[in-house]
């Protein structure tokens, strides 16, 4: 039996005793229910093995592990491993640390078999840490039958996917705000919507009516929302700079650039990306052009390389191979 786990760290109190509760809740009315990242994938791991007609276990107590089942722990933090004392090979991963510094013993700690990450350019990070047998790539699939282009309409060109998370002041200086102006200076239209503030509903009903999405973001391991765009067959116009930009990764890796990108998985028929504003300048135009003669199919590729059922026959791919068996 395949075990699959998946725990948050608990909420805490923010300004007396016992507020989590009423400000969960609050939170909840305001912005309705939100699945993190992380949670996503826990989420579409089980989508995926319903795909493709797998059985298994959702958070089960650790004692009930039978010594023949196998283990994939896919939580946050170093609470999702707390108590596990059997001896079963363990596959983890995606985000159970920031960067493995913060958690050097892993592997000696527990019997880790694999550590997953979704890409190339985050995998390389725990390579020289946990070695090339232990770190592995697994992508997670995409629910096509969830996003999917939506028959309608599409009266606004771009829509804005606003996920810079660092440095913001000198980004919305030197990238967005010049984007936002050339838009509204060449009669583009535009709607723009902010990572963390949205529900997932609003995000479904902005793609169906955008042409385009400009995507902002740093890096990214996957990139679920530029994914799920790509499903919805909307074409992405992505800043990709080159390198991680997250402070802490900086300090971890001693100062030295770090090569990373925001479309880990992209292809010509997706889009096309750019570095910074003049190449943008440069881009923009050909793009939309693109767009009104349908030069791309995103969904084609998500199709052809992320569905639910190939991802979660990567995982049983894993799981042969950390367990010697034939699932």
């Known amino acids: ?35 993190s990242g992380v949670e996503k994938v826990f989420t579409n791991l089980c989508k995926s093995f319903d795909k493709i007609g797998i059985s298994y276990r959702k958070n089960s107590d ?18 999702a491993l707390e108590g596990y004392k059997q001896p079963n090979k363990i596959i983890a ?38 070695g090339e047998k232990i770190a592995d790539t697994w992508f ?15 009266k606004t060109e771009i829509l804005i996917y606003n996920k810079i998370r660092w440095n913001s002041s000198f980004w919305n200086e030197n990238l967005r705000h010049p984007i936002l102006n050339f838009l509204t200076e060449n009669k583009i239209s535009f709607k723009e919507i902010v ?13 169906g009516e955008c042409k385009g999405m400009i995507f902002l973001c740093e890096h990214e391991s996957q990139g679920f929302a530029c994914c799920e765009a790509m499903a919805n067959n909307v074409p992405i116009l992505a800043w990709n700079q080159g390198y991680c930009l997250d402070p802490n990764f900086i300090n971890w890796n ?9 479309i880990p998985f992209f292809h010509s028929r997706c889009g ?28 084609e590729y998500i199709f052809e390389n992320l569905t639910l059922a190939k991802s979660g026959k990567r995982m049983i791919e894993i799981i042969n191979e950390v367990y010697n068996t034939e699932l």
């Not at 503030?197 to 995000?203: D, H, L, Q, R």
């Open 1 to 35: 039996m395949i075990h699959i786990y998946f725990k948050k760290p608990p909420t805490k109190d923010k300004y007396i005793y016992g507020d989590r509760f009423i400000l969960s809740i609050l939170r909840r009315l305001l912005r309705g229910k939100k699945t």
């Open 62 to 79: 650790f004692a009930e592990i039978k010594s023949t089942d196998q283990i994939i722990v896919l939580g946050t933090g170093k609470l």
């Open 93 to 130: 991963g995606i985000a159970l640390m920031n960067h493995p510094l913060e958690w050097p013993n892993l592997t000696t700690e527990y019997p880790i078999a694999k550590y997953l990450q979704h890409s190339d350019w985050a995998q390389d990070i725990y390579i020289p840490y946990y």
């Open 140 to 154: 997670s699939g995409i629910d096509t039958d969830l996003w999917k282009p939506l028959e309608k309409n599409k």
């Open 195 to 207: 990572y963390g503030s949205y529900k997932e509903s609003e995000y479904k009903a902005l793609l």
């Open 254 to 262: 001693d100062g030295k650039p770090l090569p990373a990108t925001s």
């Open 272 to 299: 096309s990306s750019f570095i910074d504003f003049k190449d943008f300048e440069g881009k923009i135009t050909k793009f939309l052009k693109g767009l009104n003669e349908n030069a791309y199919n995103p969904r």
